[in-house]
């Protein structure tokens, strides 16, 4: 079995151990303040491809690397742009990752063999002293089987991954529950390749005009390349998405049905379960709900659309691929 070992903080001898077998090529899943990330020597292309092979990730989809400060950023880019200073003074530590064009120093896998590399210096305590602790970048997705729902509990790793890892650092619940907004600078305006904690309205008011990316496929340019279906994040479950206060007239099989704001009186055995009308708690909470009614084997999960409106626009967006019809 993968060992998993709770951290009681930055100064757990655990970290060095950690930051030993990264060292040697190993892989380590550790907690961020969005979701658990599975994580490799980023410089080194071997322990690049362990990620891929673990995953069962197509090579066409590259890699985020994790830095533990600004000053990392630069051996990692060819331009460090006005835009990404100012965001990094004020988001990082924080979910936010940017693509920026890549310097010759990022190994072709990270990249997919693009021209750009993601960066993203995260804010968990657990996450900032293992990177203190290995002195390099670490490449991290997270760490889930392609295509399955993120982890946002080091038991999600365990289950999802299992022996594929040599070590899991367990720092509790993730803090957001969803992953990082993802902002791509390398283009002539800043766009948005993934919505995610920090919203569209923040990045405006400080870079101005902001597109967001509305591919039918994925996150990133190189996502539609075979292996990359629309559907990502998703539970074993059918998810099917209903108006609020929709409920249901009927149901067979084991189904559960999640209200947000309010629950409506539901057919005798269906599974209720009550969101608040809160756009921050439902992404804290959602992923691990979705684990947990895979787990107890629900099989069909029908779940109420959150509001409009930017707030929600993360969480409308997991949801829309989670639910969506698996490609051929
Ligand atoms: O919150 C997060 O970002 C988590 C934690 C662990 O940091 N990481 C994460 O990584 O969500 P991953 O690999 O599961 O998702 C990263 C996304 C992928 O969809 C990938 O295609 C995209 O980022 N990506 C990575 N490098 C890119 C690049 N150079 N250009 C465009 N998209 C890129
Ligand atoms: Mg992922």
Redesign the pocket.
């Known amino acids: 079995m993968t060992r998993i070992h709770r951290v009681t903080g930055p100064d757990d001898p655990v970290i060095r151990e950690a930051a030993a077998i990264l060292l040697a090529g190993g892989l380590v899943a550790f907690p961020?303040e969005?979701?658990?990330?599975l994580g490799a020597d980023g410089l080194n292309s071997e322990a690049v491809a362990r990620i891929y092979a673990a995953k069962g990730r197509p090579a066409t989809?590259?890699?985020?690397l994790?830095v533990a400060a600004v000053e990392w950023s630069r051996s990692l880019v060819s331009q460090w742009p006005e835009a990404a200073q100012l965001l990094a003074e004020r988001y990082w530590p924080g979910?936010l990752?940017l693509?920026l064009p890549?310097a010759a120093t990022v190994p072709a896998i990270v990249?997919?063999g693009?021209p750009?590399?993601?960066l993203?210096c995260?804010a968990h305590p657990v996450a900032q002293a293992l990177l203190r602790a290995v002195g390099r970048p670490l490449a991290?997705?997270?760490?889930n089987r392609s295509q399955h729902l993120?982890p946002t509990l080091a038991e999600h790793v365990a289950s999802s991954l299992g022996e594929a890892v040599d070590l899991i650092l367990d720092g509790g619940p993730t803090r957001a529950g969803l992953?990082?907004t993802?902002l791509?600078l390398s283009g002539t305006r800043p766009r948005i390749?993934?919505p995610?904690p920090v919203t569209p309205a923040e990045l405006t008011s400080i870079l101005g005009p902001v597109d967001i990316w509305e591919g039918a496929t994925?996150?990133?340019?190189?996502?539609d390349a075979p292996g990359m279906a629309e559907r990502h994040y998703a539970p074993r479950a059918r998810l099917e998405l209903v108006d609020r206060g929709a409920g249901l007239t009927s149901s067979a099989g084991r189904v559960a049905y999640v209200g947000i704001g309010a629950l409506p009186a539901l057919p005798a055995g269906v599974r209720g379960v009550l969101l608040p009308l809160n756009a921050e708690a439902v992404a804290a909470q959602l992923y691990a709900l979705l684990h947990e009614l895979d787990g107890a084997g629900f099989e069909l999960i029908v779940m109420e659309r959150p509001p409009e409106g930017e707030a929600w626009l993360a969480v409308q967006d997991r949801l829309q691929r989670a639910s969506a019809k698996e490609l051929a």
């Open positions: 961020t969005t979701v658990y990330g989809n590259p890699m985020i994790h979910p990752t693509v890549a990249r997919a693009g750009t590399v993601a993203r995260p991290a997705p997270s760490a993120s992953e990082s993802i791509d390749l993934r995610g994925a996150v990133g340019a190189r996502q």
